[in-house]
Nanobody
Framework: QVLLVESGGGSVQVGGSLRLSCAASGATITNFCMAWFRQAPGKERERITHIFPGSGVTYYADSVKGRFTISRDNAKNTLYLQMNSLKPEDTARYYC????????????????WGQGTQVTVSS
């Protein structure tokens, strides 16, 4: 069982930055696909980025491309999301997710989820 705990959310003004962290415990995530999803009130959950194990190849949704950066520190068993140039439409609860099938990062079926951290961007 993998426990994921997000942190780093908060309130920020338009154009600001935040860095989210996702600390994993219970298992080593080195070989896991790791992803960040978000969900705004009244909207469906959206996968915004993921990162493959080993190669570190990444994917970004168009909505965050060029502004957000996903990274992982396997030594710390931690996933990060650097968010720059934040917009009001980035307001959502952000979740990290882990998938032990390291070649299947594009799936929406991630096995383990954190409790989420709220990000609010105000103008």
């Amino acid at each position: 069982q993998v426990l994921l705990v997000e942190s780093g959310g908060g309130s920020v003004q338009v154009g600001g930055s935040l860095r989210l962290s996702c600390a994993a415990s219970g298992a080593t995530i080195t070989n896991f696909c790791m992803a960040w999803f978000r969900q705004a009130p009244g909207k469906e959950r959206e996968r915004i980025t993921h990162i493959f194990p080993g190669s570190g190849v990444t994917y970004y949704a168009d909505s965050v491309k060029g502004r957000f950066t996903i990274s992982r520190d396997n030594a710390k068993n931690t996933l990060y999301l650097q968010m720059n140039s934040l917009k009001p439409e980035d307001t959502a609860r952000y979740y990290c997710a882990a998938n032990p099938r390291g070649s299947d990062c594009y799936t929406l079926e991630y096995n383990y989820w954190g409790q989420g951290t709220q990000v609010t961007v105000s103008s």
